[in-house]
Nanobody
Framework: QVQLVESGGGLVQAGGSLRLSCVVS????????CAWFRQAPGKEREFAAA????????IYANSMKGRFTISRNNAANTVYLQINSLKPEDTAVYYC?????????????????WGQGTQVTVSS
């Protein structure tokens, strides 16, 4: 059974930073493209960042370039999302996703497995 478990969310002040982690188990992590999506209250889920199986190709939503950094440690079966200069509008539940494909995309339908999400709340 494939499981994705996110951690690292919390309540932070605007301008602060967070590092989200997602541990993937139950499938060969090193052959999985991974991504982060987020869903703010009352809004649809939106793409944040993705990277391919070896981490050499990354994709970011335009609005998140420069503040978000996605990375992975295949030896630890973990994908990370570093978020700097947090803003109140970053408040959302952040979801980790993994694909059976090695190539990353922005399309949520590309990803076969999803975590339960971790809440990020940014106070002004």
């Amino acid at each position: 059974q494939v499981q994705l478990v996110e951690s690292g969310g919390g309540l932070v002040q605007a301008g602060g930073s967070l590092r989200l982690s997602c541990v993937v188990s139950g499938r060969p992590f090193s052959s999985s493209a991974c991504a982060w999506f987020r869903q703010a209250p009352g809004k649809e889920r939106e793409f944040a960042a993705a990277l391919n199986w070896n981490g050499r190709t990354t994709i970011y939503a335009n609005s998140m370039k420069g503040r978000f950094t996605i990375s992975r440690n295949n030896a630890a079966n973990t994908v990370y999302l570093q978020i700097n200069s947090l803003k109140p509008e970053d408040t959302a539940v952040y979801y980790c996703a993994a694909s059976t494909n090695v190539i990353a995309t922005m399309d949520p339908h590309w990803y076969d497995y999803w975590g339960q999400g971790t809440q990020v709340t940014v106070s002004s």
